[in-house]
């Protein structure tokens, strides 16, 4: 079956530190750009960060800047995304794509390919 599925979310409070996997089966990642999302209750979907496929170039959405790092083993076909002092407005549900949201109007092809797949996402929640 192929397939993303994150895991990795949970509650923590607010400075805190979580850990998400993506992990793809059912097709190889490695030529597929990794893009992590969130959509917070009510809000748009937002791109988070992504990371090519052929030479670990990483992005970061502003807000997350310094505190998020992206990850990717093409090997173990898994996808990271290590976030670091947590605050309330990081709450949302968490998804990784094989696509990103970058600040050009489409990923260049130096990044990697750009697929169809996308996880169910899993909740992070940041909440004193």
């Known amino acids: 079956q192929v397939q993303l599925v994150e895991s990795g979310g949970g509650s923590v409070q607010p400075g805190g530190s979580l850990t998400l996997s993506c992990v793809a089966s059912?097709?190889?990642?490695?030529?597929?750009?990794i893009g992590w999302f969130r959509q917070a209750p009510g809000k748009e979907r937002e791109g988070v960060s992504c990371?090519?496929?052929?030479?670990?170039?990483?992005y970061y959405t502003d807000s997350v800047k310094g505190r998020f790092t992206v990850s990717r083993d093409n090997v173990k076909n898994t996808a990271w995304l290590h976030m670091s002092s947590l605050k309330p407005e990081d709450t949302a549900v968490y998804y990784c794509?094989?696509?990103?949201?970058?600040?050009?109007?489409?990923?260049?092809?130096?990044?990697?390919?750009?697929?169809?797949?996308r996880g169910q996402g899993t909740q992070v929640t940041v909440s004193s």
């Open positions: 794509a094989t696509d990103c949201n970058l600040p050009s109007p489409y990923v260049p092809a130096s990044w990697g390919v750009v697929g169809p797949h």
């Open positions: 059912g097709f190889d990642l490695d030529y597929f750009v």
């Open positions: 990371i090519s496929s052929y030479d670990g170039s990483e």
